[in-house]
């Protein structure tokens, strides 16, 4: 079912700040920026030599709260090749979701959000 890591979520307190960071201290490459709804901003970054896995950073427009409490690194993201195959199998193990249903990201994927054992967020996305 899963075919890859797809990114991980760092929770960034100043966007521009981090994205010199990774662009200009460690070599990483904008790919796209956006803000989803009126809440957030987000960027994700790749390494040309390894453009499959990417950070997202992520910003808080309006504050949910310390960081400390949703964590620094937000979330761990998996490709699926089929949402909802993935979805109703995934449940049928037993597995908790965040959501219902898969929502749209700011680059078009489908995602959505899933539980860990240990209370971690996971995170669906599909291309398709």
């Known amino acids: 079912?899963?075919?890859?890591?797809?990114?991980?979520?760092i929770m960034a307190s100043n966007l521009?700040?981090?994205i010199s960071f990774y662009t200009q201290k460690m070599g990483?490459?904008?790919?796209?920026r956006?803000?989803?709804?009126?809440?957030?901003?987000?960027a994700f970054l790749y390494l040309e030599n390894d453009p499959s896995?990417?950070?997202?950073?992520?910003?808080?427009l309006v504050s949910s709260g310390p960081y400390a409490e949703k964590g620094i690194v937000n979330h761990l993201?998996?490709?699926v090749e089929d949402m909802e195959k993935s979805i109703s199998h995934f449940k049928s193990l037993g597995i908790d979701f965040?959501?219902?249903?898969?929502?749209?990201?700011?680059?078009?994927?489908?995602?959505?959000?899933?539980?860990?054992p240990n209370k971690e967020l996971l995170q669906f996305v599909s291309q398709q």
Do not use: Q, W
């Open 34 to 42: 956006g803000t989803k709804g009126n809440r957030r901003e987000i």
């Open 16 to 18: 521009e700040e981090s």
């Open 53 to 60: 896995v990417e950070i997202e950073l992520m910003f808080d």
């Open 98 to 116: 965040a959501t219902e249903k898969p929502s749209i990201s700011i680059d078009g994927s489908k995602t959505i959000f899933l539980y860990g």
């Open 28 to 32: 990483f490459i904008l790919r796209s």
């Open 77 to 79: 993201a998996f490709c």
């Open 1 to 9: 079912m899963l075919k890859k890591i797809e990114h991980v979520a």
